[in-house]
């Protein structure tokens, strides 16, 4: 079983920065592709961005595309994403997420097989 943590959310005022990070724990997931999806109440939960195994290929949303960088630690098993030039409609609860193993879509939520609890942003204008 894999358990994920995330960490590093929290309030802060448009055009500000937030890294969040995700740590790992129980079976390895150095050898799954990662990702960050968002949510906020009402609407599904929404793809924010992918990194692959090694590191050396992710994809974006184009609403973050050159404001949010994945990158991953995979002797750490740690996650993060880093994000700058935050807006107000970036608020919500971030969710590190870990590849079920299967090809596939990365946007769609079907792809991934294991969720953290999440943690809030919020983005004040």
């Known amino acids: 079983q894999v358990q994920l943590v995330e960490s590093g959310g929290g309030l802060v005022q448009a055009g500000g920065s937030l890294r969040l990070s995700c740590l790992a724990s129980g079976r390895t997931v150095s050898n799954r592709p990662m990702g960050w999806f968002r949510q906020v109440p009402g609407k599904e939960r929404e793809f924010v961005t992918m990194?692959?195994?090694?590191?050396?290929?992710?994809v974006y949303a184009d609403s973050v595309q050159g404001r949010f960088t994945i990158s991953r630690d995979n002797a750490k098993n740690t996650l993060y994403l880093q994000m700058n030039s935050l807006k107000p409609e970036d608020t919500g609860v971030y969710y590190c997420t870990a590849g079920r193993g299967v090809a596939g879509d990365p946007t769609s939520y079907d792809y991934w097989g294991h969720w953290g609890q999440g943690t809030q942003v919020t983005v004040s204008s």
């Open positions: 990194i692959n195994v090694s590191g050396g290929s992710t």
